[in-house]
């Protein structure tokens, strides 16, 4: 017989979790904004942002190893077969509760740490191509200094050319994985919305507090 009292709440989602979603969200945010040149040179908002974004992806990916078990990739890494039969009854409105991440949920932890991987490996790539940043001594842009003379102008200007277009590859790629992070993001709010309803359960607010109900 129940007693009638509210199911007490568990701790699921630990502070650096919590602290981390909600500081990539604002360093993503930032970046994003900041994206167009100011002038010759790339807004310092933008490029901190990046470098946020990065060492808390780092972080992250050590504790998907090493923190407690909601935070562990095995926790939330499923079949592709389960996440499609996940999907299917969360659109039916039955769909298996689960404390930590749902299949889906572990689906898109996974695309978003790998896209935004992407963009920032490229944005660093570009951003050492202009000499600043911790690859501003890049292969490419050494092999572009050996064709230097003494500072001046490069004598081999078919280097050169094939350097910068290079370059330009490289940065629509940054910018190309940056939009599809953003596509992600918006993917990823639906999906919480969705399922918060399906399970009545703020999923916003337990990633806030790190409390979710109890297994049932």
């Known amino acids: ?7 007490s709440k568990i701790q699921v989602w630990d502070p650096f979790v919590r602290f981390g979603h909600w500081a990539i969200v604002g360093a993503f945010a ?5 994206a167009e040149e100011e002038g010759d040179t790339i807004s310092v908002f933008h490029v901190w942002g990046g470098y946020v974004i990065g060492v808390i992806l780092v972080i992250r990916i050590v504790w998907g190893f090493v923190g407690p078990r909601y935070a562990r990739f095995v926790d939330f890494i499923y ?3 389960t996440v499609l039969r996940y999907l299917v009854s969360l659109v ?10 749902s299949p889906a949920g572990g689906v898109m932890v996974v695309a978003l740490m790998l896209s935004l991987l992407g963009t920032i490996s490229t944005g660093l790539i570009v951003y050492g ?7 501003a001594q890049s292969p490419g842009l050494l092999m572009q200094q050996a064709y ?3 500072d001046e102008e490069y004598t081999n200007s078919r280097q050169t050319s094939s350097a910068a277009d290079e370059e330009e590859i ?5 910018e190309l994985l940056a939009n599809l992070t953003l596509a992600l993001i918006g993917l990823h709010v639906i ?11 703020n999923l916003v607010r337990s990633m806030v507090t790190g409390l979710k109900r109890p297994p049932e």
């Open 1 to 7: 017989m129940s007693s009638g009292k509210p199911q």
């Open 30 to 34: 930032i970046s994003y904004l900041t």
């Open 79 to 81: 079949r592709p077969v």
């Open 92 to 101: 039916h409105g039955n769909a298996k509760r689960y404390v930590g991440h």
């Open 129 to 135: 191509a202009e000499g600043k940043g911790p690859l």
């Open 148 to 150: 230097a003379d003494n």
């Open 170 to 174: 490289i940065e629509e790629l940054h």
């Open 191 to 201: 999906g919480v919305g969705i399922s918060s309803f399906v399970h009545k359960e």
